[in-house]
């Protein structure tokens, strides 16, 4: 994938600045940040006021987030026909056997440890 746009869902300082470093290393420079659930969801669908503001190639996603957890953001996701079928990587630190059930049953690209490294970045992208 050609400089994809890509959307960091991500609630962690440290976890977001690492991220978007190894992102960049790996020459993805088109990145938007979230910081919870719901700026992401309203970033993607929109809000009753205003349109989507972003439409990514592909979604890096945190599991615990404020507001919406990452797993209703990813069910939210594949239930609205413009983003069913957006390319979304879970990040997390959680090896809960429900984490990964729940991702596979809603079509995660992928669970990733964190924090994500450029090898990682190399082989996925």
Request: proline share 6%; glycine share 6%; aromatic share 2%.
């Amino acid at each position: 994938m050609n400089n994809p746009v890509v959307l960091l869902v991500e609630d962690s300082a440290d976890d977001e600045e690492l991220t978007v470093w190894a992102l960049r290393r790996v020459g993805v420079t088109r990145i938007a940040v979230a910081r919870d659930g719901a700026e992401a969801l309203a970033m993607l669908h929109g809000s009753p006021s205003s349109e989507p503001s972003i439409a990514p190639d592909l979604v890096f996603l945190d599991l615990r987030l404020p507001k919406i957890d990452g797993i209703e953001v990813l069910e939210r996701i594949r239930g609205d026909e413009r983003t069913r079928h957006l390319r979304v990587a879970i990040l997390t630190s959680s090896n809960d056997p429900r984490d990964v059930d729940d991702c596979a049953r809603l079509g995660a690209a992928a669970m990733i440890a964190k924090p994500l490294g450029v090898e990682t970045l190399e082989t996925f992208l």
